[in-house]
């Protein structure tokens, strides 16, 4: 997995919903500091944490893992 597409597809589907980083980070309760260094590609986030987020965003986990 790639955490350069991962990264991208992050920002993508946050951007799409209109949130900030901050708000996405309130509605997963994460902090916009969490999610900016998971959109710099750098570290991937815990799984129970990338469920919130796959949730909040409306899509797939698989949409955020696959090549």
């Not at 350069?4 to 996405?24: H, M, V």
């Amino acid at each position: 997995m790639n955490s350069k597409i991962f990264a991208k597809r992050l920002r993508t589907a946050r951007e799409e919903k209109g949130y900030s980083q901050k708000d996405l980070g309130l509605r997963v309760g994460l902090s916009d500091k969490s999610i900016s260094i998971y959109e710099k590609g750098n570290v991937y986030p815990p799984v129970c944490n990338l469920l919130k987020i796959a949730k909040e965003l409306g899509k797939s986990i698989g949409y955020f893992l696959e090549d």
